[in-house]
């Protein structure tokens, strides 16, 4: 069994850029969630996609977006880069997302916009 | 809303000694808590939620839905615990951490 994987491991982007986060799931996991962690501060819920679907979102504007592909990997783009949206992002991949399943985290992106 | 808070950001005690980290949430539906742990230079997981009633790594939290509190609690603490503790609620289909508190245990 392979954990969750993210990729780039650091990252550096200017304010206005686009930035694409990638996350590898599980295999089997149909569902992943995408957080952001600021420094200092717990998870933060962007949102969750169940079989390529958006199954959730939290309070983030539409410049966040994502999308699950059918291969288990996943992806988190942000447009229009603020120097707030610099923190570590993370990934979790569950079974179906429902409240007994536990969520496998990857080790992050860390994001910094200057 | 849903909230979690965890008051202590940081705990310190010693090898032996009990421990406990307080949770408190908000949430005006049926919850479903969780505690998970990030030791250093590792990821984020899972350390025991509380529908399953478990006790790992003599870890235990009990949901008390009167004080809205999960709290955490081992009664000896040890060096490996050290670790920082997330809180976390699932609800409306999205788990909510609360701001996580740094747990040091001195020799």
């Known amino acids: 069994e392979t954990g969750v994987t993210q990729s780039p491991t650091h990252l550096i982007k200017t304010r206005g850029q686009q930035v694409t986060l990638r996350c590898s799931s599980q295999?089997?996991?149909?569902?992943v969630s995408w957080y952001q962690q600021a420094l200092g501060q717990g998870p933060q819920f962007i949102f969750q996609?169940?079989?390529?679907?958006?199954?959730g979102r939290g309070n983030f504007p539409p410049r966040f977006s994502g999308l699950q592909f059918p291969n288990y990997s996943s992806e988190l783009n942000v447009n229009a880069l603020e120097l707030d949206d610099s923190a570590l992002y993370l990934c979790?991949?569950?079974?179906?997302?429902?409240?007994?399943?536990?969520?496998?985290f990857g080790p992050g992106t860390r994001l910094t916009v200057l | 809303a849903q909230r979690v808070t965890q008051p202590e950001k940081l705990l310190s005690v010693f090898k032996g000694a009990p421990v406990e980290l307080k949770c408190n949430y908000s949430y005006s539906g049926s919850p479903e808590l969780f505690w998970y742990v990030q030791y250093s230079r590792q990821r984020l997981q899972l350390l025991l939620r509380?529908?399953s009633r478990e006790s790992i790594k003599g870890f235990t939290a009990d949901l008390n839905k009167g004080e809205t509190s999960f709290h955490l609690k081992k009664p000896f603490a040890q060096e490996e615990d050290s670790a920082m503790y997330y809180c976390a609620l699932e609800g409306a289909q999205k788990l909510v951490f609360g701001q996580g508190t740094r747990l040091t245990i001195n020799p």
């Open positions: 509380h529908i």
């Open positions: 979790a991949s569950s079974l179906d997302g429902g409240p007994t399943d536990t969520q496998y």
């Open positions: 996609y169940y079989r390529e679907e958006e199954n």
């Open positions: 295999s089997g996991h149909n569902t």
